[in-house]
């Protein structure tokens, strides 16, 4: 069982990138996937969470940032635009099945994939 984030790297302000969270083992449809991000010297975060046809997000990055899931390619997407240097972090998927009231809670997460990092220059 694994779970495998990419997509990261260095990008202007105002920029985009999209991330990948692909997963292996186990099929990502039958679970909720959360992206949680950290900041240099700063606690992880949750950012966005996808589980079914539902959706949610952190108000800092609602209408930026946009989840969505390929079941075909066993793999869920973190498209992020607009980027601003306070995006820097490194970025993790995580896979388990927190209801949406609780989904930026890490300890229901079963599954976590390695940090991808995401640098934003002014």
């Known amino acids: 069982v694994q779970l495998q984030a990419s997509g990261g790297g260095l990008v202007q302000a105002g920029g985009s990138l999209r991330l990948s969270c692909a997963a292996s083992?186990?099929?990502?449809?039958?679970?909720?996937i959360g992206w949680f991000r950290q900041a240099p010297g700063k606690e992880r975060e949750g950012v966005s969470y996808?589980?079914?046809?539902?959706?949610s997000y952190a108000s800092s990055v609602k209408g930026r940032f946009t989840i969505s899931r390929d079941n075909a390619k066993n793999t869920v997407y973190l498209h992020m635009n607009s980027l601003k240097p306070e995006d820097t972090a490194a970025y993790y998927c995580a896979a388990g099945r927190p209801v949406f009231s609780a989904w930026f809670t890490e300890s229901l997460y079963y599954y976590w994939g390695q940090g991808t990092l995401v640098t934003v220059s002014s």
């Open positions: 996808i589980r079914g046809g539902s959706t």
């Open positions: 083992g186990f099929h990502l449809g039958d679970y909720g």
